[in-house]
């Protein structure tokens, strides 16, 4: 059988070969850094939800809005059990547009969320909040939402200290060739990846490691290593 393959200057790519190579290129999720605000689901009125201006890549589809998108009716808590439902992003290839939408569980003494759908050529969904309904339940409370956002990845980089990214993401993380090491953005400045230096009694598997010349005071659980 042949080799498709793709993209060639002189055949068109279609919707689904461009899914499946830029699905892999690209992470499923929120775009951002992780914790942010994008798509997070909150309480509307009543059994409603709403979702916060963001952006999100499904499957190598881009998917935005500009302002708060809902509200999203919820159907009323069971008037014996709870029951788990599910926001979701939903990429719909059939009608060519992208949704906030939720579905929703099945109410038992031990209820468990819907499963996503994620297939390559339809429908493909991905998680913003688990959203647990107690029996009875009539308005939807901030305590029944259970933030389930997934963020997009960060490309590694090289750098030197005075080129570092001005902006980057929680988590970027790059090789500084000034300095000769891995470091990561924590959200509020440059960490090493491998810190040169660590205290002594650092815990390995529940036991302290003690590095020096001169032998320790005698404790338990401590192993000791003597620089020669």
Same mark, same amino acid.
């Given at each position: 059988?042949?080799?498709?393959?793709?993209?060639?200057?002189? +055949?068109?790519?279609?919707?689904?070969?461009?899914?499946?190579? #830029?699905?892999?290129?690209? @992470?499923?999720?929120?775009?951002?850094?992780?914790?942010?605000?994008? !798509? +997070?689901?909150?309480?509307?009125?009543? #059994?409603?939800?709403?979702?916060?201006?963001?952006?999100?890549?499904?499957?190598? !589809? #881009?998917?935005?809005?500009?302002?708060?998108?809902?509200?999203? +009716?919820?159907?009323? %808590?069971?008037?014996?059990?709870?029951?788990?439902?599910?926001?979701?992003?939903?990429?719909?290839?059939?009608?060519?547009?992208?949704?906030?939408?939720?579905?929703?569980?099945?109410?038992?003494?031990?209820?468990?969320?819907?499963?996503?759908?994620?297939?390559?050529?339809?429908?493909?969904?991905?998680?913003?909040?688990?959203?647990?309904?107690?029996?009875?339940?009539?308005?939807?409370?901030?305590?029944?939402?259970? @933030?389930?956002?997934? !963020?997009?990845?960060?490309?590694?980089?090289?750098?030197?200290?005075?080129?570092?990214?001005?902006?980057?993401?929680?988590?970027?993380? %790059?090789?500084?060739?000034?300095?000769?090491?891995?470091?990561?953005?924590? %959200?509020?400045?440059?960490?090493?990846?491998?810190?040169?230096?660590?205290?002594?009694?650092?815990?390995?598997?529940?036991?302290?490691?003690?590095?020096?010349?001169?032998?320790?005071?005698?404790?338990?659980?401590?192993?000791?290593?003597?620089?020669?």
């Amino acid at each position: 059988m042949a080799i498709t393959a793709f993209p060639f200057d002189t +055949q068109d790519t279609s919707e689904s070969d461009y899914s499946r190579l #830029m699905g892999e290129a690209v @992470d499923d999720g929120i775009v951002g850094s992780q914790g942010t605000a994008g !798509f +997070q689901v909150s309480a509307g009125a009543g #059994m409603t939800i709403v979702a916060a201006a963001g952006s999100a890549v499904l499957r190598g !589809f #881009m998917g935005y809005t500009t302002g708060t998108e809902g509200p999203v +009716q919820l159907s009323n %808590g069971d008037s014996s059990y709870p029951r788990i439902d599910r926001a979701v992003l939903r990429l719909d290839r059939t009608n060519n547009n992208v949704i906030f939408t939720v579905k929703q569980g099945a109410a038992a003494q031990t209820p468990a969320p819907p499963s996503l759908t994620q297939t390559d050529t339809g429908i493909h969904e991905i998680p913003l909040a688990r959203l647990e309904i107690p029996s009875g339940a009539g308005t939807v409370l901030s305590s029944y939402i259970v @933030d389930e956002r997934q !963020f997009v990845g960060s490309t590694t980089g090289a750098w030197t200290t005075t080129g570092r990214p001005a902006s980057p993401r929680k988590g970027k993380l %790059g090789f500084n060739v000034t300095r000769g090491a891995w470091e990561y953005h924590n %959200g509020s400045t440059w960490v090493d990846l491998l810190p040169s230096t660590v205290p002594n009694a650092t815990k390995w598997n529940n036991y302290g490691l003690i590095v020096q010349s001169a032998q320790p005071a005698v404790a338990a659980n401590t192993i000791w290593i003597q620089p020669i």
